[in-house]
């Protein structure tokens, strides 16, 4: 069974710019989830989709937003991006999405904001 | 604010020694408690999980210790070797509130040969 897939694998954007990031979960996965990862901060939650609903939302300005498809792909866009904005994103999907199934990660987006 | 505090930062662990790294949670309302290992260049991979009506979980070389009063939890990894060099994350959820976790800011674990 193939794994997470994201693209792309590298990015690189000026500030103001805005970036769209994309995810394939795995067959038959419902959940999918969005993770900023940064040095000392280790991964925090932006947040998560099931059957094309955001279940949750991390505590991120509105700059930060995603959807998911019919087929459970999903996409993050990020508008008007700052420096700060730098950082790996990682993908996440979970059959159950419950809270206590496993989360598979892809092996994220590098995102560099000049 | 970060909800769950992992420590150390960084370890450094001879071949066939024990690392052990800890971490901390406020929340009570949290009752699933995963480690993840994440290698350079990929995405964290779960690697043991514990919930809170167990004190301690054990899968091979590497064992969960859970502390309910305290609100801590730790990961053992007995025999280290240079192969488990890596980033290990803790991580706390909710059940049945979807799927969102709080992880803790990742502790680097070198082993030497």
């Known amino acids: 069974k193939a794994g997470v897939t994201q693209t792309p694998r590298y990015l690189i954007k000026t500030r103001g710019q805005q970036v769209t990031l994309s995810c394939s979960p795995i067959s038959g996965h419902r959940s999918v989830s969005w993770y900023q990862q940064t040095p000392g901060q280790g991964l925090q939650f932006l947040f998560e989709?099931?059957?094309?609903?955001?279940?949750n939302k991390g505590n991120f300005p509105g700059r930060f937003s995603g959807r998911q498809f019919s087929n459970s792909r999903s996409e993050m866009n990020v508008s008007t991006l700052e420096l700060g904005d730098s950082a790996l994103y990682l993908c996440?999907?979970?059959?159950?999405?419950?809270?206590?199934?496993?989360?598979?990660f892809g092996n994220g987006t590098r995102l560099t904001v000049t | 604010q970060q909800q769950v505090k992992q420590s150390p930062q960084s370890l450094i662990v001879q071949k066939g020694g024990i690392s052990i790294i800890n971490c901390a949670y406020e929340n009570t309302a949290f009752d699933y408690f995963p480690w993840y290992q994440q290698f350079p260049g990929k995405g964290p991979a779960l690697l043991i999980a514990i919930r809170p009506d167990v004190s301690e979980k054990k899968e091979g070389r590497f064992t969960i210790s859970f502390n309910k009063s305290a609100k801590q939890f730790s990961l053992h990894i007995m025999d280290s070797q240079p192969g488990d060099s890596a980033t290990y994350f803790c991580a706390a959820s909710k059940l049945n509130t979807g799927n969102q976790f709080y992880f803790g800011t990742g502790t680097s674990l070198t082993v030497i040969p």
């Open positions: 996440a999907s979970s059959f159950r999405g419950t809270g206590n199934s496993p989360l598979h």
């Open positions: 989709y099931f059957s094309e609903t955001q279940r």
